[in-house]
């Protein structure tokens, strides 16, 4: 497991992982992770705020849940994708909220 926080870039999380020895030849690794990104630089203030969080196993099975929260424009929006990439093949399906934004309340 490896854990790690960069404070000037404002990213935290961490990555997992395990094999199977037997099966390793073919790619059957897998792994889990998660990153939350907060925007504190200087020149990336007021970006949006994002959580990742997912897993797969080598080439053949990847997915991803992102959450994503932009308040300086009032937006919420959440993406969950599902991956064969050994096959080319792909989904990914999404919603949104909208909602006063602090630029809207300030003016």
């Known amino acids: 497991m490896e854990v790690g926080a960069n404070w000037y870039e404002g ?12 099966v390793q ?7 889990t992770h998660a990153l939350v990104s907060v ?11 994002g ?9 053949y099975y990847q ?11 009032g937006q919420v929006g959440t993406n969950f994708g599902v991956g064969v990439p ?6 990914n399906t999404g919603v949104g909220v909208s909602f006063p934004s ?4 300030v003016g």
């Open 102 to 105: 602090i630029n809207d309340i």
């Open 39 to 49: 925007p504190i630089k200087q020149g990336d203030l007021g970006k949006p705020i």
């Open 86 to 91: 050994f096959a080319g093949v792909g989904v």
């Open 63 to 73: 997915q991803n849940q992102h959450v994503g929260v932009d308040y300086m424009n």
């Open 51 to 59: 959580v990742d969080v997912g897993g797969g196993v080598g080439p």
């Open 11 to 22: 990213k935290y999380g961490y990555k997992s992982g395990w094999s199977v020895p037997l």
């Open 25 to 31: 030849s073919l790619g059957v690794e897998g792994d």
